[in-house]
T-cell receptor
């Protein structure tokens, strides 16, 4: 059971380049999300999805796109990278049954992807 | 507007001393609160959640709706408790899980 798998672990981009951070989970979780972690800022939610075909914006969505074509995958796209997007990115998932499952909200995190934009 | 406030970026205590990591939240609905922890070179993981009222690794946290707080406490800190601790608030949209907001984190260091 791999849990939440993120690739790549490290990436260096030049300003203006595009790339996709991959996230896959094998736990049949409905809810998936992307966070960025910056010193002094904690974790900030970028985008999230409550199921295949359904996505919504978080706190800091600008400059990022997501899609959810399958339950397992939730890629994060940077269309035109900027130095302000230098960060560590975490993907996380949870069961998120909508009817009060007490375990529904517990997030399982990936190992993180460290992105540097020059 | 920040929904979760952790006022201390850094907190240091000696081994055996009590420790309290503060968390205050802002939410008009019924809150669901969590503490997550990130040990050095490990993934972020759930420490505890208010709904289960459990004690994990000697840590407890009580939801105080009047003070809108969810402080994390441990009576006797251990060196292995050194980590980054995040308080998190779950905000629902309608009947489904919506967003999980995190505070800025508190780096706890326990000295021998």
């Amino acid at each position: 059971n791999a849990g939440v798998t993120q690739t790549p672990k490290f990436q260096v981009l030049k300003t203006g380049q595009s790339m996709t951070l991959q996230c896959a989970q094998d736990m049949n979780h409905e809810y998936m999300s992307w966070y960025r972690q910056d010193p002094g800022m904690g974790l900030r939610l970028i985008h999230y999805s409550v199921g295949a075909g359904i996505t919504d914006q978080g706190e800091v969505p600008n400059g990022y796109n997501v899609s959810r074509s399958t339950t397992e995958d939730f890629p994060l796209r940077l269309l035109s990278a900027a130095p302000s997007q230098t960060s560590v990115y975490f993907c996380a998932s949870s069961p998120a049954a909508p009817t009060g499952n007490t375990g529904a909200n517990v997030l399982t995190f990936g190992a993180g992807s460290r992105l540097t934009v020059l | 507007a920040q929904r979760v406030t952790q006022p201390e970026k850094l907190l240091s205590v000696f081994k055996g001393a009590p420790v309290e990591l503060k968390c205050n939240y802002s939410y008009s609905g019924s809150p669901e609160l969590f503490w997550y922890v990130q040990y050095s070179r490990q993934r972020l993981q759930l420490l505890l959640r208010h709904i289960s009222r459990e004690s994990i690794k000697g840590f407890t946290a009580d939801l105080n709706k009047g003070e809108t707080s969810f402080h994390l406490k441990k009576p006797f800190a251990q060196e292995e408790d050194s980590a980054m601790y995040y308080c998190a608030l779950s905000v629902r949209r309608g009947s489904t899980l919506g967003r999980l907001y995190f505070g800025r984190g508190t780096q706890l260091t326990v000295w021998p």
